[in-house]
């Protein structure tokens, strides 16, 4: 095999650990793979966690995450970053601070909750989220439990996503996905900048493995967009790989077991590997 000369585009992922494997920073980095880019992390914080819930989280000190981060962008580089779990409000603050510094698009999925309900921000910390860290964001991607705890506004239909677009907007990203996965029916999104809009639809999997979801989607946009992609192009190449993933996901401990990153290399049922 040639020796590569040039290196891979990087993409860095400043998040929480899911000791399971399922989301935060595991799920970041296989995305990443996955989707042909190199991936670097800054950890936040480590969990206890499982297919059954969060046991335990230690957020990590603010000066461990500003070195991590230092370490990667001054040496290394990146050309986008994805934020995920960043716990407390000094965290979040400290991340906006180094993110406006940085010269790379930026994803930032706001994660409030874990899949099975479980608190990863502190309460104190969604002003900072609002005023610190969304206007640092190309795009921003809350799904409904996150839209309400940022803008009051709870989501039952399409046209209630179109309102919580424009509340998010109001704080700074240049761009919002409004994930209406827990809606009934297809799992759409909405992708709009305030100007266009782009409604984003895939066929609703009878699956319930479906951890990790939001990290991979966002993961998966910041891919996109270091290898080139406008936002749209990122936005929909990530739905279409996180479609694929949730139809693929597997069962894992007495739970809810995770997406599959790595489907797209695995042979379909019924098929053989060559």
Request: proline share 5%; hydrophobic share 45%; glycine share 12%.
């Given at each position: 095999?040639?020796?590569?000369?040039?290196?891979?585009?990087?993409?860095?992922?400043?998040?929480?650990?899911?000791?399971?494997?399922?989301?935060?920073?595991?799920?970041?980095?296989?995305?990443?793979?996955?989707?042909?880019?190199?991936?670097?992390?800054?950890?936040?914080?480590?969990?206890?966690?499982?297919?059954?819930?969060?046991?335990?989280?230690?957020?990590?000190?603010?000066?461990?995450?500003?070195?991590?981060?230092?370490?990667?962008?001054?040496?290394?580089?990146?050309?986008?970053?994805?934020?995920?779990?960043?716990?407390?409000?000094?965290?979040?603050?400290?991340?906006?601070?180094?993110?406006?510094?940085?010269?790379?698009?930026?994803?930032?999925?706001?994660?409030?909750?874990?899949?099975?309900?479980?608190?990863?921000?502190?309460?104190?910390?969604?002003?900072?989220?609002?005023?610190?860290?969304?206007?640092?964001?190309?795009?921003?991607?809350?799904?409904?439990?996150?839209?309400?705890?940022?803008?009051?506004?709870?989501?039952?239909?399409?046209?209630?996503?179109?309102?919580?677009?424009?509340?998010?907007?109001?704080?700074?990203?240049?761009?919002?996905?409004?994930?209406?996965?827990?809606?009934?029916?297809?799992?759409?999104?909405?992708?709009?900048?305030?100007?266009?809009?782009?409604?984003?639809?895939?066929?609703?999997?009878?699956?319930?493995?479906?951890?990790?979801t939001g990290c991979t989607l966002a993961s998966a946009i910041a891919s996109g967009l270091a290898l080139g992609m406008d936002v749209p192009t990122a936005v929909q190449g990530a739905k279409s790989y996180v479609t694929g993933a949730i139809e693929a996901?597997?069962?894992?401990?007495?739970?809810?077991?995770?997406?599959?990153?790595?489907?797209?290399?695995?042979?379909?049922?019924?098929?053989?590997?060559?």
């Amino acid at each position: 095999m040639p020796i590569r000369t040039a290196a891979l585009p990087r993409v860095l992922t400043v998040a929480g650990s899911d000791s399971g494997g399922g989301a935060g920073i595991q799920a970041d980095l296989k995305t990443m793979l996955a989707l042909g880019v190199h991936g670097m992390s800054v950890l936040t914080a480590v969990t206890a966690q499982n297919s059954l819930g969060v046991q335990g989280a230690w957020e990590l000190p603010v000066e461990a995450v500003r070195a991590q981060y230092r370490s990667v962008v001054d040496d290394i580089g990146v050309q986008a970053v994805k934020t995920g779990m960043l716990a407390s409000a000094a965290l979040v603050e400290t991340v906006a601070e180094l993110l406006a510094g940085t010269e790379a698009p930026v994803v930032v999925d706001p994660v409030g909750v874990s899949k099975h309900g479980d608190a990863l921000l502190a309460a104190e910390a969604l002003d900072s989220v609002r005023t610190k860290l969304l206007p640092t964001a190309t795009v921003a991607t809350p799904n409904l439990d996150e839209v309400a705890q940022l803008t009051g506004v709870r989501v039952t239909d399409e046209s209630g996503m179109r309102r919580a677009a424009e509340e998010l907007l109001g704080f700074g990203p240049r761009w919002v996905v409004i994930k209406g996965g827990h809606l009934p029916g297809e799992a759409v999104d909405l992708l709009t900048d305030g100007s266009a809009e782009h409604w984003l639809r895939a066929p609703r999997h009878d699956n319930r493995h479906t951890h990790g979801t939001g990290c991979t989607l966002a993961s998966a946009i910041a891919s996109g967009l270091a290898l080139g992609m406008d936002v749209p192009t990122a936005v929909q190449g990530a739905k279409s790989y996180v479609t694929g993933a949730i139809e693929a996901g597997f069962p894992l401990g007495g739970g809810i077991g995770p997406v599959d990153h790595g489907w797209l290399t695995r042979p379909s049922p019924g098929q053989t590997a060559a």
